[in-house]
């Protein structure tokens, strides 16, 4: 298995912009998670979704961030309109038990 | 409110000796605790776990203790090698997938 496959790994885009961060789970796993990872806050859990339904979003930090998952093998977090505070790593990871399996990341900078 | 917690950000030990990681968390729904081991430009890799129904997991090198009434949890490391070096992670989850983050442990093994 290829394991939890994210796109783009590097984004750089202008303050304003839309970005939107992609994300194709393990086959067969039904959890899948978005996180968030900078300097000050560490590790943060943005949302997370069971058999592609959303579960809790109340990690999400605004209105301007949003996440689907239209199917079992694909989901998508977007900011929109982004800005220089959400630079950081991104990481989607998904599960089918307890322990989540993690992508390489996005590292998004917004200028 | 952070309920997991590595009070030590960083670690040095000598190739060969144990490294010893500590976690300590506030919430007592915790049931599953998890460490990861990252790297720089990657994600985070599962490496040992341990239910809340148990005190001791061992898998090859790494250790895991679990003292409920403490609510603290170490990883053991015997004995650390170079490629040990990485940050690790503690991570707790409660009746369900979604995992709670400590803020990391940098360590680093001396040839």
């Known amino acids: 298995d290829a394991g939890v496959i994210q796109s783009p790994r590097h984004e750089v885009t202008e303050m304003g912009q839309e970005v939107t961060l992609r994300c194709k789970p393990i086959?067969?796993?039904?959890?899948l998670f978005w996180y968030r990872q900078t300097m000050m806050r560490g590790l943060e859990l943005l949302i997370y979704?069971?058999?592609?339904?959303?579960?809790?979003d109340s990690g999400m930090p605004e209105d301007r961030f949003s996440a689907k998952m239209p199917n079992a093998s694909f989901s998508t977090l977007k900011i929109q309109p982004s800005e220089p505070r959400d630079s950081a790593v991104y990481f989607c990871?998904?599960?089918?038990?307890?322990?989540?399996?993690f992508g390489q990341g996005t590292r998004l900078t917004v200028v | 409110d952070q309920q997991v917690k590595q009070n030590s950000p960083s670690l040095s030990v000598q190739e060969g000796r144990i490294s010893i990681l500590n976690c300590d968390y506030t919430n007592s729904m915790f049931d599953y605790f998890l460490w990861y081991k990252k790297y720089p430009a990657e994600g985070p890799t599962f490496l040992i776990s341990i239910s809340s129904i148990k005190d001791k997991n061992e898998d090859g090198r790494f250790t895991v203790f679990l003292n409920k009434s403490a609510k603290h949890l170490s990883l053991h490391i015997v004995p650390s090698q170079p490629g040990d070096s990485a940050v690790y992670f503690c991570?707790?989850?409660?009746?369900?997938?979604?995992?709670?983050f400590g803020g990391g442990t940098r360590v680093l093994v001396k040839p």
């Open positions: 991570a707790a989850s409660s009746a369900g997938n979604k995992l709670t």
């Open positions: 990871a998904s599960s089918l038990r307890e322990a989540a399996f």
């Open positions: 979704f069971n058999n592609n339904v959303p579960i809790d």
């Open positions: 086959s067969g796993h039904d959890y």
